[in-house]
């Protein structure tokens, strides 16, 4: 272990990892923004995507449809080249990166798509606050993810903020928590909770120690985090909750267990409680081998 953060822009002490606890929260904002960066990228790819997706599939995040647009001719197709290097740059270096943590922690898998890759960093973060080159690793996800953010010419709109965790008279609300960029509170979509946002800022500090893999989710919202980061194959969200609650099912045969155990309930403002369960477990039966039957 090094005495001072490996990363290139930090001279704190490293606290007996490799980068410290704030370069960690920093790369846990640049893989939780990424999905929406490859978005925007995509969409910068050619001018026509921007008609082409008018009345398309709702896609999360994506922004309202403009009526005033329907029927405005589809633009020539524009490839524009940066954006093009700025994808490939991201989705190598993230690819690579996963790859090299993945083999040094013994769990040799591999994410091709930048959505994937970056979920499953997320959820090795202490792996890597620990791990030989996470100096590295940081320099280059941060300088490939600015390269990229360089080129969108909007304010980053979405921003990570880690759970809500608000509780209310022993409820507690698992959403997780986006804000915008330059408004100064958040508000969570399904309690109605309003955070400021340099406080959650600093409260994902703490979440950034656990990870995705400990959180505790309830079906429907594991398999929105699933879909979200676009590790289902061709499942949808309610596809991919209907074979979670599957796996978590009692098996005819009594002395059988069910693949997935429940962890614990939880309780949602105004509803009764549903089953929570451990992320990492559903990770773990996701990326079991399929078996021909
Ligand atoms: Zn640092
Ligand atoms: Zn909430």
Known sequence: MSDICNASNCDQPAGGGFICRDTLVELEQYLAETPWLVHELTNALSKQTRFAT????????????????????????????????ALA???????????NLADTVGQPVRYPKPAQSTAWLMSNLEQIRTFVAAGDLYDEIRSAFNYGRNLIDRPTERRYLGDCGSEMEDVYCPEPLWGRDKEPTATCKTCGTIWEQPARLLAIREQAVTGLNDRIMTASEAAGVLVAYNLTGDADEIKMTDRIRKWA??????????????RTDLRMVGERARPGYKFGDILAILNQPRRTA
Do not use: M
């Open 249 to 262: 099912a009692q098996p005819k045969d009594p002395t059988k267990k069910p693949k997935l155990a429940k």
């Open 89 to 99: 740059s991201l989705a190598h270096t993230l690819l690579s990166w996963q790859a």
């Open 54 to 85: 008018q009345g398309g599939g709702a896609s999360k995040g994506a922004p309202a449809t403009d009526a005033r647009l329907e029927g405005v001719a589809v633009q020539p197709l524009i490839i524009n080249p940066d954006a093009s290097a």
